[in-house]
């Protein structure tokens, strides 16, 4: 039996609330991606925002699990579970949907009564050959992430970007040259490793990427060949190469050991104003592992969802333009950054009026 909004209102206080230590379940005592510890966390994915160390037990996905032990320490009590099966905790099912954000990734339903929740943690609805396909799911209520939640956000396709990528480490091997791309340890690095043609040369990796492809490999998932990057003086095995890096490193003085590097970033930041000329490189790829304006819209539709929750990005925005579309719609003050550390964009953050008022 689904019950009417009018229903659920009246006869009890709503199934998910957002307290100070994060997303809750009353019912079932759990948090959802908590950022204070817990006694029992549910678990979107494995990026550190939302996989915090401390709580007492944890929840995720089972091709989650083996990066979040990783990072939070392999002593930690987690259950892994599979997408789609059912858990009962005190009556309220939770279940885990594919979010498509990352490897693991995934989108939690919560029932109980007739009343439906769905926390989609972090997501994007293009498959990327890697993570598990976003799949829609169905609710009342959906909380989202805005991350990219503005119209200008728009991504081409990724076979498009990866040809960008292999044209440019083309010309730079020509050259001699280094190519190195800075992208997440956890997804993106791996995203582009599984899409990189390979018969351009060899690849290698900074330490903290190659420790968590070991990881996925571990998992028996398929990643071409990678070499770790060791030492401190220059080597010329490394003249041509592709170097994946984790943008700290890929902005600091690791990148001295490289002959003549040519520096790129991947990142949905790099399709605005400003941002190759903050972060002091040649080349910016716009590429992200979190939806685009209209991948957020088109989400959110698919859900059927009459109350829609904003918690990271640009969340008065897009909560504003969700209440035009007919949506309940309002932004949540949470601990959970997206894609915002990749790049800093704090010179090209979009005033409400920049955006047409047609989106509005």
């Not at 002593?75 to 905790?89: D, F, N």
């Not at 000329?277 to 698919?302: C, K, M, P």
């Not at 969340?315 to 949470?334: E, H, N």
């Amino acid at each position: 039996m689904i019950l009417s909004m009018e229903q659920i209102k009246s006869d009890r206080p709503p199934l998910l609330t957002f307290t100070n230590a994060g997303i809750y379940c009353a019912k079932a005592d759990v948090y959802i991606d908590p950022w204070r510890p817990v006694e029992k966390a549910l678990i979107t994915h494995g990026h550190s925002d939302h996989a915090r160390y401390g709580s007492r037990h944890y929840m995720a996905v089972e091709s989650a699990v083996p990066v979040i032990k990783y990072r939070l320490g392999s002593h930690i009590k987690i259950q892994g579970v599979s997408y789609g099966a059912s858990t009962l905790i005190n009556g309220v099912k939770f279940s885990f949907h594919p979010a498509g954000h990352i490897l693991g990734s995934a989108q939690i339903r919560v029932e109980y009564q007739g009343e439906i929740w769905v926390v989609s943690g972090d997501y994007k609805i293009e498959d990327d050959g890697l993570s598990e396909a976003f799949e829609p799911v169905r609710c009342q209520h959906f909380v989202t992430e805005s991350t990219f939640g503005l119209p200008a956000f728009h991504w081409e396709p990724q076979d498009q970007v990866m040809e960008k990528i292999n044209q440019w480490w083309r010309e730079n091997r020509a050259q001699g040259k280094t190519s190195i791309i800075a992208a997440y340890a956890l997804g993106k690095a791996q995203r582009i490793l599984r899409n990189i043609d390979t018969g351009i040369g060899p690849i290698f990796t900074h330490g903290a990427i190659e420790n968590t492809n070991e990881v996925i490999r571990g998992q028996k998932v398929a990643l071409p060949h990678t070499e770790r990057v060791v030492g401190q003086a220059k080597d010329k095995k490394h003249d041509g190469a592709l170097i994946i890096a984790p943008p700290s490193a890929a902005h600091s003085s690791w990148i001295q050991k490289f002959t003549e590097p040519s520096v790129a970033v991947a990142s949905g930041w790099m399709g605005m104003r400003g941002a190759k000329r903050r972060r002091s490189v040649e080349t910016g790829f716009v590429l992200s592992d979190h939806a685009d304006w209209d991948g957020l819209n088109h989400a959110i539709q698919a859900t059927g969802a009459d109350h829609v929750y904003v918690t990271h990005g640009y969340t008065d925005i897009f909560s504003k333009w969700l209440c035009s579309q007919g949506y309940d719609a309002q932004p949540v003050k949470t601990a959970y950054v997206g894609e915002t550390a990749d790049v800093d964009t704090s010179e090209d953050i979009v005033a409400e009026s920049d955006i047409p008022d047609e989106k509005l």
